[in-house]
T-cell receptor, first 110, second 115 residues
Framework: KQEVTQIPAALSVPEGENLVLNCSFT??????LQWFRQDPGKGLTSLLL?????REQTSGRLNASLDKSSGRSTLYIAASQPGDSATYLC?????????FGKGTKLTVNP | ETGVTQSPTHLIKTRGQQVTLRCSSQ?????VSWYQQALGQGPQFIFQ???????GRGNFPPRFSGLQFPNYSSELNVNALELDDSALYLC??????????????FGPGTRLTVL
């Protein structure tokens, strides 16, 4: 059974700081690893998707890496901004379903 | 551009009642999945429908049921509501089952509160 863990549960940083969010998963037989952003009371916004054969993906100030052998993924956010404040969820993608972690709540202080 | 819509946005029910949530998939998508997200938790997979048939199910009791229609819109029905059913319900559509979770597009969700 796939289990996904995200550390830390919450993170508060000053504006401009670079930061790393961590995600671990127990079953390396994944199709993909996805990162989402969720604003309070809202749905999910897809940020990055890494195929199982890939090592990383980049979009703007975001970079996600995947190490299947160790069951880990990281989301790197460069030059954080107050608008980045949200909960970040990672999900291990199987053939039919995503298994999510509980998320990391990020607060970027001006 | 996702194009997945859900209705209603918010819903309040009392314990024991029944509820129907609706999802309109993006045009051309034949696969829909439903997830439940309790407060402070990650979304959990409820079930998936492909071409009007249930294709997979998570660890949810039978009082959670679904339908997918020929136009690929979908419903989630929950009977005998319990307080713990209070959550954000998300649907996600995909253009083809074979593409798996690579191309799931999420809707904005329905917030269900059970009193």
């Amino acid at each position: 059974k796939q289990e996904v863990t995200q550390i830390p549960a919450a993170l508060s940083v000053p504006e401009g700081e670079n930061l790393v969010l961590n995600c671990s998963f127990t079953d390396s037989a994944i199709y993909n690893l996805q990162w989402f952003r969720q604003d309070p009371g809202k749905g999910l916004t897809s940020l990055l998707l890494i195929q199982s054969s890939q090592r990383e993906q980049t979009s703007g100030r975001l970079n996600a890496s995947l190490d299947k052998s160790s069951g880990r993924s990281t989301l790197y956010i460069a030059a954080s901004q107050p608008g980045d404040s949200a909960t970040y969820l990672c999900a291990a993608g199987g053939s039919e379903k995503l298994v999510f972690g509980k998320g990391t709540k990020l607060t970027v202080n001006p | 551009e996702t194009g997945v819509t859900q209705s209603p946005t918010h819903l309040i029910k009392t314990r024991g009642q029944q509820v129907t949530l609706r999802c309109s998939s993006q045009s051309g998508h034949n696969t829909v999945s439903w997830y439940q997200q309790a407060l402070g938790q990650g979304p959990q997979f409820i079930f998936q429908y492909y071409r009007e048939e249930e294709n997979g199910r998570g660890n949810f009791p039978p009082r959670f049921s679904g339908l997918q229609f020929p136009n690929y819109s979908s419903e989630l029905n929950v009977n005998a509501l319990e307080l713990d059913d209070s959550a954000l319900y998300l649907c996600a559509s995909s253009p083809n089952l074979a593409l798996g979770t690579d191309t799931q597009y999420f809707g904005p969700g329905t917030r269900l509160t059970v009193l």
